[in-house]
């Protein structure tokens, strides 16, 4: 599976942005996807993850209520829906793809990353 990350961008604060994450690969629909993010100087962090068939859905504390994660699968596309954001949601935003069913939140579940794609919010 390959992914390609994108919709990143520059937002003011309280406003919305929707990344998308594109995939190839015949076997898309039998992965789980989650979204991760690093700041600066910071560790990479789980934000959220979705079931191979969307049935489940994960998300970090800090961006629930607040993010919506979402996927196609006809359309090998994954989405987070973003709004009401924030200065500290600045990062680089990455989707990753895994096989496995539980973990979803460690990044290490993940075998397959996509390149990332910048958000920085204004305050």
């Known amino acids: 599976v390959q992914l390609q990350a994108c919709g990143g961008g520059l937002v003011q604060a309280g406003g919305s942005l929707r990344l998308s994450c594109a995939a190839s690969?015949?076997?898309?629909?039998?992965?789980?996807v989650g979204w991760f993010r690093q700041a600066p100087g910071k560790d990479r962090e789980f934000v959220a993850a979705?079931?191979?068939?969307?049935?489940?859905?994960r998300y970090a504390d800090s961006v629930k209520g607040r993010f919506t994660i979402s996927r196609d699968n006809a359309k090998k596309t994954v989405y987070l829906q973003m709004t009401s954001l924030k200065p500290e949601d600045t990062a680089v935003y990455y989707c990753?793809?895994?096989?496995?069913?539980?973990?979803?939140?460690?990044?290490?579940?993940?075998?397959?990353w996509g390149q990332g794609t910048q958000v920085t919010v204004s305050s």
């Open positions: 990753a793809a895994s096989i496995d069913d539980y973990y979803l939140t460690w990044s290490l579940t993940y075998g397959y």
């Open positions: 690969g015949r076997t898309f629909s039998r992965y789980n």
């Open positions: 979705i079931s191979w068939n969307g049935g489940s859905t």
